[in-house]
């Protein structure tokens, strides 16, 4: 399938149903909502992905076009291209290849061109720890002529996300510590946790919690307990009920109460 046919497909598979479904779930309809003006086909994810799986030919370049829809499966289906792709970057065989770095890099510089078209919870959380907490962890050439990991460059591109006024940029910085996390590193976890500890949008105060519960998952529960025990107080209870959500009830208890 090329650009056209994705689009022309896609749009034949309208569903109102469940297209009012969706809007109301991602709350498009109201001014004050996080997903005003949001528009939705009525398709569900399973049968994205088998569209996905029907786009090897497309050109990473092209993918743009599908983000700049007006509909959010279509942007939906851009960005699992881009993660397919990404993925495919990142086996074992070819991971440490200078053309596998230039296009890790290049699908991460489109996927932050366009993060204002990655604009919605679910549009965040399926690519960002893919894509971007991914690239966190693999060599780079984005910042000079030899492979490196470039830390510093790395924490810099995060803290601007972070401090971005774009609260779907602000998540990205977030919860693509999933993928640090799971791979062992907590560092930036708890970098960005510190952060956000304080934003006053519940999906952020959900974002840092959920991520927090990972790291602890994924590291070391008793690092979770220590950025509680400093940090504690000054958590939203939104964010501390995400974050201990797999301790037994007394602790639990134990942390509410604090």
Known sequence: MNIQEIIAHMESMRNETESHNLMRFFKTEHPH?????????????????????????????????????EWHEIRFCGLMIMVDRFEAC????????????????????????????????????????????HWLLLPTLRYGQEPSTATAEKIRLMDDLAASANLWEQRMSMVSTWKTSQQGDP?????????????????????????????GKRTDMNLLRSFLQVHVHEMHRTTLRYAIELMDAQERRFWMNQ
């Open 33 to 69: 909502d996080y997903g005003y003006g949001d528009h939705f086909l009525g398709i569900r994810v399973p049968q994205t992905r088998q569209i996905v799986r029907k786009c090897k030919d497309i050109k990473v370049d092209d993918i743009p076009i599908l983000l700049q829809s």
């Open 187 to 215: 560092s930036w976890c708890i970098r960005y946790a510190k952060k956000h500890i304080q934003h006053p949008h519940d999906l952020m105060q959900k974002a840092v919690g959920w991520m927090l519960r990972e790291m």
């Open 90 to 133: 990142t086996k074992k065989q070819v991971v440490g290849q200078r053309n596998a770095v230039q296009m890790r890099d290049h699908i991460l510089d489109l996927y932050l061109q366009h993060a204002d078209r990655v604009n919605n919870w679910d549009l965040v959380d399926m690519t960002a720890p893919k894509i971007l907490g």
